[in-house]
């Protein structure tokens, strides 16, 4: 025996097929996890170090070097004052160690601070105008470290504007000569 269909044709199949509510979707926020191993970057010439506050032992950074540490330890010794991470206004800016984890600069609040980078030097360098370039420089490179750093980039990225260096071996206190004597710099790549 045939079946038969109570539906006359193909498009009366798909109307009758009843809707489906539409669900609302809700992003859940997943919590931070705080034993995750994050990576805080030296800008600095010379090695920096801190004591540890959560387990025993001192932290310890070569210059221009790099240490992971557990974000419950950054994110305690930001707020415990240490300035090497808060900076020069406890938001990051100007810091010497720069937070690589875009999580912990989020639940500290540093996702505006002023921090040191080699795309920020290049910008400065960009600046066609000599005192507009000087101001600038003057506001965005504060710290000791950030001079050092200013004066490593510049031999990095081969910038060549004889005013400019000259102005930031001035500002700085570093002589480019002497940064590219120095021994670590060999291996920076041009």
């Known amino acids: 025996m045939a079946r038969k269909s109570t539906a006359n044709s193909k498009e009366d199949i798909k109307t009758n097929i009843p809707e489906t509510p539409e669900v ?35 932290v310890e950074i070569p210059k221009r070097g790099s240490i992971r540490l557990s974000r419950n330890e950054i994110i305690t010794q930001s707020y415990s004052g240490n300035r090497l991470i808060n ?19 989020k639940e500290l609040g540093f996702e505006n601070a002023i921090q040191f980078s080699d795309k920020r030097v290049k910008d ?9 370039f000087e101001e600038r420089l003057k506001e965005e490179i504060k710290t000791r470290a950030e001079k050092y ?18 102005f930031c071996e001035n500002y700085t206190g570093y002589n480019m000569d002497n940064v590219k004597k120095d021994d670590d710099n060999k291996d920076v790549k041009r």
């Not at 990576?39 to 032992?57: D, E, H, K, N, Q």
């Not at 400065?124 to 507009?132: C, H, P, R, S, V």
């Open 87 to 105: 900076g020069t206004d406890s938001r990051g800016s100007h810091a010497t160690l720069i937070i690589e984890d875009e999580a912990t600069v």
């Open 24 to 58: 609302e979707t809700v992003e859940v926020e997943t919590p931070l996890n705080l034993e995750q191993q994050v990576t805080l970057r030296s800008i600095a010439g010379w090695g920096t170090g801190f004591a540890r506050i959560l387990t025993i032992g001192d």
């Open 124 to 132: 400065l360098f960009d600046i066609k105008d000599q005192y507009e």
């Open 149 to 166: 750093a200013l004066m490593v980039s510049i031999y990095k990225q081969d910038l060549n504007d004889f005013s400019k260096i000259r």
